[in-house]
C-alpha cells in the first residue's frame, strides 16, 4: 500500500468564510491524498460551518481527495446525541468515529477510527476491526514500542494504521469550556470567545512557562508534534496513513514537506529545519520517544 497523507479536521474556531477558503487551497494545492472535515469540539460552532459543509466536500471529492465526514470527540447532551445521530445516518460519506458512542452506531458499517478513541492495545484493534473498521488513527501519546506493536497487529487484521506527524497533540475534552470560563463567561454564553485565538488559547504555569494550549473544550500541547524524521521508521513498523492536523500556518507549505519526505525526495532532519524557520512554536516529539511530551528528541537513524 502506498503511504498516504492525511489532513485531520480543523480544531479551531476559525470564521466560516476562511474555512471554506482553507479547504479550497487544500483541495487545489495541498498533495493530501485524504481529508476529515466536520467540526468535532463543540457542537455550537456547528452551524455556522453548515451552510458551506457541501461546498468544501463538493470541491475537496472534485480535486481527487478521499473525504472522510468526522463525528464529534464529546457528546453530552440530548440535542447532541440527535445531531450525531442524524450526522451518521446521512451515509453520503464515509465516517470517523471520535466517540464510543459514535462507535456504536457505525456497526457493521465502514468506517475510520479517530485519534480521540484510546486504541491502546491489539484486543481493542480486533474488536474495532470486528465492527466495521478499516482504518484507525493511534492516539499520540503512544511511544514508538507501543506504536510498532499496534502497527503490526493492524496490519494483520486488514487496518490502515495511522499515526500523527504534526500538528498540535490533542490531550483532553472536558464538558467545561476553559475558553468562556478564562474570560469570566459561562459555556452557554460564551460569546464564541476561542474565535480569537485561530491557533489555541496559550496556557502557563504560574511562573510563566508555556505549558498547554486551549481550544474551547478541548486541551492541546503547546508545542507542534512534528515527527517529519520519524517517518521512515514509522513505514518501517508498518504505518500507511500519516496525519498532518491543522494549524495556524500555511499547511500547503506543510503538506508539501512530509509529501516530499514521504516520496523520498526530502530528508526528515531538513524538513523539521524548514518547520522551526516557518513558526516560532516548538517542535516535540517526546511521546514518541518514551519521553515527556513536549521534549525533543532527536531522531536515531535506521
Known amino acids: 500500500m502506498k503511504p498516504a497523507l492525511t489532513l485531520g479536521p480543523v480544531l479551531f474556531n476559525w470564521p466560516a468564510e476562511r474555512w471554506r477558503d482553507f479547504y479550497a487551497r487544500i483541495a487545489d494545492e495541498a498533495p493530501v491524498d485524504a481529508v476529515v472535515v466536520g467540526e468535532i469540539v463543540c457542537s455550537k460552532r456547528a452551524p455556522f460551518l453548515a451552510p458551506v459543509l457541501d461546498e468544501v466536500i463538493g470541491r ?13 470527540i464529546l457528546v453530552g447532551s440530548a ?24 462507535l456504536a452506531l457505525l456497526e457493521g458499517r465502514r468506517h475510520a477510527v479517530g485519534p480521540f478513541i484510546n486504541s491502546y492495545n491489539e484486543a481493542t484493534l480486533a474488536w474495532l476491526a470486528g465492527r466495521g473498521a478499516v482504518a484507525v488513527s493511534l492516539p499520540a501519546e503512544l511511544p514508538a514500542d507501543a506504536v510498532a506493536v499496534m502497527a503490526k497487529m493492524g496490519t494483520a487484521l486488514g487496518l490502515s494504521m495511522e499515526v500523527q506527524v504534526f500538528g498540535r497533540a490533542p490531550l483532553a475534552i472536558s464538558a467545561r469550556c476553559y475558553h468562556a470560563r478564562a474570560h469570566g463567561l459561562h459555556k452557554d454564553g460564551c460569546q464564541f470567545v476561542c474565535a480569537n485565538d485561530p491557533d ?43 496525519r498532518l492536523s491543522p494549524q495556524d500556518l500555511d499547511m500547503v507549505a506543510v503538506a508539501k514537506a512530509f509529501r516530499a519526505v514521504l516520496d523520498g525526495e526530502r530528508d526528515g532532519q531538513d524538513v523539521m529545519a524548514e518547520l522551526r524557520r516557518m513558526t516560532d512554536v516548538p517542535l516535540e516529539n517526546g511521546f514518541f520517544h518514551n519521553m515527556a511530551g513536549a521534549a525533543y528528541a532527536e531522531a536515531p537513524a535506521l
Not at 80 to 101: I, V, Y
Not at 214 to 235: F, I, K, P, W
Open 79 to 102: 440535542r447532541e446525541r440527535a445531531a450525531m445521530r442524524d450526522l451518521l445516518e446521512c451515509d453520503l460519506l464515509p465516517m470517523e468515529a471520535n466517540d464510543m458512542g459514535a
Open 200 to 242: 489555541g488559547m496559550p496556557v502557563g504555569t504560574v511562573d510563566g512557562q508555556p505549558f498547554l494550549s486551549v481550544n474551547g473544550t478541548q486541551t492541546l500541547s503547546h508545542g507542534y508534534l512534528a515527527l517529519a524524521a520519524e517517518m521512515d521508521r514509522l513505514r518501517a513498523m508498518g504505518i500507511r496513513r500519516f
Open 60 to 72: 475537496l471529492a472534485a480535486a481527487g481527495k478521499e473525504v472522510w465526514l468526522a463525528s464529534p
